[in-house]
Structures are given as structure tokens and as C-alpha cells.
């Protein structure tokens, strides 16, 4: 199984970037996809998730300016991040929930500088 994350980097406020997980290898139903982070000094945090029919849900500090979305053909997920703030700042974490167990990528650096 792997799960392969770009997109991070550095940006400033009020930018723009767009985060991609491709997974692969995964023989198990896949029932949701999406985001965690971790800034520094805090405990990791659901940013976003999808699940296979298609609803989303948000943590309220992204709402209105992340949107996730999946392709289920490319079993890939995306998190496109706007009008980012410093406070996003943190480590993504790409998440792949199936019906036996969960997956997770190496994560990526996102930094928002002020």
C-alpha cells in the first residue's frame, strides 16, 4: 500500500495551494478519504474528509476556504486551500479509512508565512 502526497510548500498569506494523495495497492473497499494536521505544539486535527458517496465535512476553522474533492477512478483525494492563514501552518497527513484498517501518508509541509 502506499499513499503518495504533493502539493505542500510554502505560501503567503492569503495564497493558494493545492494538496494530492494518490493511494495504491489498497484491496479493501475504501469508505472515506482525507486530511489531518499537525502544527507545531498541538495535537493533530481532522482537516477534511470525504466519504465514498460523496459528503464532506470540514473542520470549522477551513470552512469556506477549503474544499475537498475525490476521484474515485484514481483513488486520489484532494484539498484544495485558499486564502490560507499562518495558522494553517502545520504537517498534512493524508487518511485512507477501508473496511479493514487505515491508511496514512508521510505528510507534507505546508507554511503560511505572514
Known amino acids: 500500500v502506499q499513499l503518495v502526497e504533493s502539493g505542500g510548500g510554502l505560501v503567503q498569506a492569503g495564497g493558494s495551494l493545492r494538496l494530492s494523495c494518490a493511494a495504491s495497492?489498497?484491496?479493501?473497499?475504501?469508505?472515506?478519504m482525507g486530511w489531518y494536521r499537525r502544527a507545531p505544539g498541538k495535537q493533530r486535527e481532522l482537516v477534511a474528509r470525504?466519504?465514498?458517496?460523496?459528503?464532506?465535512n470540514y473542520v470549522d476553522s477551513v470552512k469556506g476556504r477549503f474544499t475537498i474533492s475525490r476521484d474515485n477512478a484514481k483513488n486520489t483525494v484532494y484539498l484544495q486551500m485558499n486564502s490560507l492563514k499562518p495558522e494553517d501552518t502545520a504537517v498534512y497527513y493524508c487518511?485512507?479509512?477501508?473496511?479493514?484498517?487505515?491508511?496514512w501518508g508521510q505528510g507534507t509541509q505546508v507554511t503560511v508565512s505572514s
Open positions: 470525504i466519504v465514498s458517496g460523496g459528503s464532506t
Open positions: 487518511n485512507v479509512d477501508t473496511v479493514v484498517q487505515a491508511y
Open positions: 495497492g489498497i484491496g479493501w473497499r475504501i469508505d472515506s
